[in-house]
């Protein structure tokens, strides 16, 4: 990797030598044409395994040929939810729906509290 950064200052280096002189430019621009021909051809599978990919490729395995992402879920936002109801609230309303029935005298509508048959007893 040294040697890459080493090698990009050179480059910039050179660059800046024969920014101002157009032959100089042409010249390196072919000489740099030529290198590049010439590893391309010689030293095509060094630099394949030596590029990122193919170290990305060893090392998780192939990337997928078919990239297929879904949408994302539609956000639900703080207000749209119903309330949270508690086992003790449901408990209730469910209670509310009955009818209670008298324990004393088994008729619905009343509880003992407020059962006719025992008042009458209470005050017999
Ligand atoms: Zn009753």
Request: proline residues 2%; positive net charge; aromatic residues 4%.
């Amino acid at each position: 990797m040294k040697s890459v950064h080493r090698m990009m200052r050179e480059f910039h280096t050179l660059i800046s030598i024969v920014e101002n002189d157009a032959e100089g430019m042409t010249e390196l621009l072919n000489m740099i044409r030529q290198r590049k021909d010439t590893y391309s051809t010689t030293k095509k599978t060094v630099s394949n395994t030596d590029s990122s990919e193919s170290r990305f490729e060893r090392f998780v395995g192939k990337a997928p040929t078919e990239i297929r992402i879904n949408p994302p879920k539609q956000a639900q936002t703080k207000g749209c939810r119903k309330r949270h109801i508690g086992a003790k609230e449901e408990a209730m309303e469910k209670a509310k729906k009955q009818v209670r029935e008298c324990t004393k005298c088994g008729q619905k509508g009343h509880n003992i509290r407020t059962c006719k048959e025992l008042s009458k007893n209470k005050t017999e």
